[in-house]
């Protein structure tokens, strides 16, 4: 079945530090959304990248989806404490199927800010 | 309108009984999802409805584990026979189209 690879699984940054955490599938990917969830709290969505070569940005979060619509990755800019929790990104797989509704989560990436 | 909201909020059972955990969706939401956290680790894809119907039940652990929908709104996880493996939190989503999926707060199940 479908993987979604996600590395590394911590990160500790020092405050305006950058970070990033990239995502692989197994297979070739519909569309890929990325979550941030806080220490204690649910997953939140941020973004979601539809088209091979995609790059989106907000504010300081660059996420850009691969030509192969097999990759993806987060970049953070000059981190803030408020940065602070699990990202996570989650494929979709191509149209078709009984599970093309299934979003498959990759094991998310935790990262720390050191003020 | 209101969130996703998802009951209990903390679940205590001892080994062997049978818990229910509800979900409310986001009012018009046509897809919903149900999802296994366990301490420190990803989420592990459970279940989806797209309507009442569950085209993908392939993430159920195992036979003691089901799940219904009814209304296209509410829906129920059951789980049967508790094991003290199954403690984790569940976390529900509702979507209204293949994008955004908003989160409940999940049912954190203590299964001793």
């Known amino acids: 079945g479908q993987q979604v690879m996600q590395i590394p699984q911590y990160q500790h940054v020092q405050e305006g530090e950058d970070f990033t955490t990239y995502c692989n599938s197994s297979?070739?990917?519909?569309?890929i959304q990325w979550y941030k969830q806080r220490p204690g709290g649910h997953p939140v969505f941020l973004i979601q990248?539809?088209?091979?070569?995609e790059v989106k940005k907000q504010k300081r979060l660059t996420f850009q989806f691969g030509e192969a619509k097999k990759n993806s990755s987060l970049h953070i800019t000059a981190t803030q404490t408020t940065d602070v929790g699990t990202y996570f990104c989650?494929?979709?797989?191509?149209?078709?199927?009984?599970?093309?509704?299934?979003?498959?989560f990759g094991q998310g990436t935790i990262l720390t800010v050191h003020p | 309108g209101a969130g996703v909201s998802q009951s209990p909020s903390n679940k205590v059972t001892e080994k062997g009984k049978d818990v229910e955990l509800r979900c409310d969706p986001i009012?018009?939401?046509?897809?919903l999802y149900w999802y296994r956290q366990s301490l420190g680790q990803g989420l592990e894809f459970l279940i989806y409805?797209?309507?009442?119907?569950?085209?993908?039940k392939s993430g159920l652990p195992s036979d003691r584990f089901s799940a219904e929908r009814t209304g296209g709104s509410v829906s129920t996880l059951t789980i049967q026979r508790t094991q003290q493996e199954d403690s984790a939190v569940y976390l529900c989503?509702?979507?209204?189209?293949?994008?955004?999926?908003?989160f409940g707060p999940g049912t954190r199940l203590l299964v001793l």
């Open positions: 989503a509702s979507s209204l189209d293949w994008t955004t999926q908003y």
């Open positions: 297979t070739t990917l519909s569309n």
């Open positions: 990248l539809v088209k091979s070569g």
């Open positions: 989650a494929g979709r797989m191509e149209a078709g199927g009984t599970s093309y509704g299934k979003l498959t």
């Open positions: 009012s018009g939401h046509t897809a």
């Open positions: 409805f797209q309507g009442n119907s569950a085209p993908d």
